[in-house]
């Protein structure tokens, strides 16, 4: 095992064992009578376990002697699994006889000939022998204080191949884009083709982006691929869905009405282009190709791969992307590695030799800088070019970027290791929702920090910073307020974390077809399913103790089904599971499933009109994603008497139960809830939202009309005791149209909101001020219909702290801002607002204003170009005040 492997599985044991004296502590703490001899068992390899914990955070670092110590945790790993799955066992027990249920009986139907006093011994006997054993390494290394969590540190937001500013391809995108705007008017395909990490997809993503696609294209549409099966069908639903946003009507429909859709809107709009990323079979150009009607517009498709023959295939003239030469290596390693800064004189030298043994290839490049970022010791530059030079001197370039970034993965602190891992339990290609991958993390006990709630989740989002910055993740979209919101990695990188992540067993990733059994698949404690055919998930014959994660991305543009035959079949064959993430599987809840006590993530769709009673046996769930078909979701579960339960989502609005006796007796005023979307305007009642005062993020959607009733008062003074909300959407729902009243005392019981949406509320323009009276708002957006009236004239003094304004299918026809409000106003959108004339010119003068877009709001597009006029001589002026980018798509 080398040295980047040993450091990986170090932390992956670290974080078990931590976990197991974690609940050995609530083992022994329960209140029932164990079997005659199991607590002072329990007691016992409590104490060793915490021994040997001790041990493993004292010697993280542990390099000297690597056989002996790559030995040792492969040893400590295996006796640490055998007692997590003893005492995971042992913890249902505990919960189980404080009740009597289904799930009780079929624990004991499974576990009755079991001896857990006899294994419990077995595995105290192996603890203490090897704690003996290897006495003397524990002596040889001073205690470390590791139990401090890693201080969070808010850095610039990390950048990626795809979206930061790209090095040596301005003539190259120059070239495609003259092909892709130019030639015959039938239908023609571009090829961009080169090796791995040599930038296809950041050319394609600068072109995708240039203004001189939006203006020559109607529609643009970027579609991913991948190396999985080629389903056509996904392919052609990926397609409409870049057509249009209300693309669920569609998702049952067969392969020719999908393609009759495309064609249909293909031929009512003009020139249309489609790029494919990452093409590895030829077909795939042939499945798309029967969008396009024979209507000689100069429609165009755009691929990437990196196969000459499959460019060849569809097109004899490719375009062959380029290496960088030297000058353009080192301007891209400097840019990754120091920003806007110019890399200091002394590291020159150094930048030049790490570049040139680079060959080229961007994203040996960006990985070597990402490990340099923040680094001005001529020391740290010393090293990394003499390593590089160890790693690179095969003359298989593909070779030499697995080794570089395996060399940047190294540099990784020790905590960090699996997270990153982790990146490869995602399907290739997939866009990451960072709150997803922060919960799973968590969910997976993958943070190693003592700490819980709020802390625990800004150390995982700094994590999430820190990859960026390293540039080991790409990002794919960011908030309004900066942060990332999507994710991928590059496919080499994601090659690398599955192949790791598989040898040390971190995760097993699964590609199915109908006639495979996963049974022969799982060696790893986490499972994650690569397939559009999920039948055959679960053995009917054995049961997989070790299994504690199940992740499927079957396709979700049709669901599959999945029988109650299978789903009761789950707790039986992975019955100490954590992790439940089968969202694009259509789920049936069955009585058998409460018997998954130990899950902490659920995500699941069906049916579903209720969430029942039972759900609150999930003690230990942190997070609940449910998905009906149904118009709303009536939750009958206590939630509130769910300790751990921090999010609930929804995809439809969920009725509120009120606190029960029990929860609301229960010792703290208010449960740990931080997210709750969606929910409707009924469940806001002051009983309610008293429980949930801790609620950071909530979105409302329903008939606001008697929400928003003043004369009754009840909304405000409900939603005064939410003190830490900092995120609300108001999605009204009322068929009527009926124009909807802004409170006066809106401002007042919002004091800490940061972030509003509002949709189709149809307030009155003159009402709008009291939105700027809410002294901390950053980011408002207001949708379709959310203020109506022919014009807004803005008050002073108002919105101090916005950043962020978007303005969406709005009505007004005239806007006055003469008082030039806004002093921090970063970005400023305008979608379809249709009649509006002008863009107020006074909003020329706010220093902080960085990019104003206008997509379908043509009349006022020439006040926007004044605007950019005087801000361009503005920056002409005062350099630093900072550039500008209007963007007006055609």
């Known amino acids: ?64 002697n690597s056989t002996q110590w790559d030995v040792l945790v492969d040893k400590i790993r295996r006796t640490v699994y055998k007692a997590e799955d003893v005492v995971d ?96 008017e039938c239908l023609d395909v571009i090829p961009v083709v080169g090796m791995p990490g040599l930038g296809k997809t950041t050319l394609a993503r600068k072109i995708f982006n240039d203004p001189k696609i939006s203006r020559e294209f109607f529609s643009y549409i970027w579609v991913f691929i991948g190396q999985s099966t080629c389903v056509k069908r996904d392919i052609l639903f990926n397609i409409l869905k870049g057509f249009t946003n209300s693309f669920d009507e569609f998702k049952n429909r067969n392969e020719a009405s999908i393609t009759d859709e495309i064609r249909k809107r293909v031929a009512n709009g003009g020139k249309c282009l489609i790029v494919l990323d990452d093409v590895w079979d030829p077909n795939v150009v042939d499945i798309v190709k029967t969008v396009f009607p024979d209507n000689k517009k100069a429609h165009r498709i755009m691929m990437t791969t990196r196969h000459e023959d499959i460019a060849r295939s569809v097109n004899k003239y490719p375009h062959n992307l380029k290496f960088l030469d030297g000058d353009e290596s080192f301007q891209l390693l400097e840019k990754r590695a120091f920003g806007v800064s110019r890399c200091p004189v002394e590291l020159v030298e150094h930048g030049e030799a790490i570049v040139a043994k680079c060959s080229g290839v961007p994203l040996t490049i960006v990985v070597i800088a990402g490990a340099l970022r923040g680094r001005t010791s001529e020391i740290d530059w010393k090293v990394v070019r003499e390593n590089v030079g160890k790693h690179l001197i095969q003359e298989d370039k593909l070779q030499r970027c697995v080794n570089v970034v395996r060399l940047s993965y190294n540099h ?100 199915l077809t109908s006639d495979q059994d996963i049974q022969n698949s799982i060696t790893c404690r986490r499972v994650s399913i690569q397939s559009s055919v999920p039948q055959n998930f679960i053995s009917k014959k054995t049961v997989e103790e070790h299994v504690r994660s199940l992740l499927c991305f079957s396709s979700k543009q049709k669901q599959v089904d999945f029988s109650n035959i299978d789903v009761k079949l789950i707790p039986t064959a992975f019955p100490l599971m954590r992790v439940l993430d089968i969202e694009s599987v259509k789920f049936s809840i069955t009585r058998e499933f409460y018997q998954l006590l130990h899950l902490r993530y659920i995500a699941i769709s069906g049916d579903f009109e209720q969430l029942p009673k039972l759900f609150t046996s999930f003690c230990n769930a942190q997070t609940l994603i449910l998905n009906t078909s149904k118009p709303t979701l009536d939750i009958k579960a206590d939630i509130w ?250």
């Open 641 to 890: 008497n769910m300790p751990r339960l921090r999010h609930l989502r929804t995809n439809k609005p969920a009725i509120l139960p009120p606190p029960t006796s029990s929860s609301s007796s229960s010792s703290t005023n208010s449960c740990f809830l931080q997210t709750l979307s969606l929910v409707t305007p009924e469940s806001c009642k002051g009983n309610v939202l008293s429980k949930a005062r801790n609620v950071k993020k909530m979105s409302v959607k329903g008939n606001l009309t008697p929400f928003l009733e003043t004369s009754k008062g009840e909304f405000f003074s409900n939603f005064q005791v939410l003190k830490l909300l900092e995120s609300l959407t108001l999605l009204n729902d009322d068929k009527s149209n009926k124009s909807l009243h802004l409170p006066s005392a809106f401002s007042e019981c919002l004091p800490n909101l940061k972030k509003l949406t509002l949709s189709k509320t149809r307030f009155d323009w003159n009402q709008a001020y009291r939105l700027g009276q809410v002294k901390n708002l950053q980011v408002l957006k207001m949708k379709e219909n959310a203020f109506m009236g022919p014009s807004w004239r803005m008050e002073p003094g108002g919105f101090k702290k916005l950043q962020v304004l978007w303005i969406e299918m709005a009505d007004f026809v005239s806007w006055e801002a003469s008082n030039c409000p806004f002093p921090r106003l970063r970005s400023l959108f305008l979608i379809s607002c249709l009649n509006l004339e002008a863009v107020p010119l006074d909003l020329a003068h706010l220093d902080n204003l960085q990019e104003m877009t206008l997509e379908n709001t043509s009349k006022a597009s020439k006040s926007a170009r004044e605007i950019e006029c005087e801000k361009k001589k503005k920056q002409a002026d005062h350099p630093e005040s900072g550039k500008f980018k209007l963007t007006i798509p055609y």
């Open 89 to 184: 066992k042992l913890l249902i027990q505990g919960k189980l006889d404080q009740e009597s249920n289904i799930a009780k009986k079929m624990f004991h139907k499974t576990y009755k000939n079991r001896n857990f006093t006899e294994e419990i011994n077995e595995i105290l006997v192996e603890v203490r022998k090897i704690l003996e054993e290897n006495q003397h390494l524990f002596e040889a290394n001073p205690t470390i204080d590791h139990h401090q969590p890693e201080k969070v540190v808010q850095e610039e937001q990390g950048s990626s191949l795809e979206n930061h500013e790209v090095v040596g391809f301005d003539e190259e995108a120059t070239k495609v884009i003259n092909r892709l705007v130019e030639g015959a």
């Open 412 to 511: 990784l602190p020790q905590e960090k290791k699996s997270c990153f891992l982790y990146f490869g339990a995602f399907p290739q290609g997939f866009d990451i929702p960072a709150w997803k991958l922060i919960r799973l993390w968590i969910a997976e006990g993958l943070i190693m920090s003592k700490l819980s709630g709020n802390e625990i989740e800004e150390i995982a989002e700094y994590y999430l910073n820190d990859f960026a910055n390293r540039n080991l993740v790409m990002v794919m979209k960011k908030k309004s307020n900066d942060r990332i919101k999507t994710c991928r990695v590059h496919d080499m990188l994601h090659e690398f974390c599955v192949e790791e992540a598989t040898r040390l067993t971190l995760f097993k990733q699964v590609c």
């Open 1 to 64: 095992m080398d040295p980047f492997t040993a450091a990986a599985l170090t932390t992956a044991v670290t974080a078990t064992v931590s976990l197991l004296v974690e609940n050995l502590s609530h083992l022994i703490s329960y209140n029932w009578k164990l079997y005659t001899g199991l607590k002072k068992s329990c007691e016992d390899l409590y104490d060793e376990v915490k021994r040997l914990n001790a041990f493993l955070v004292d010697n993280a670092n542990q390099r000297s």
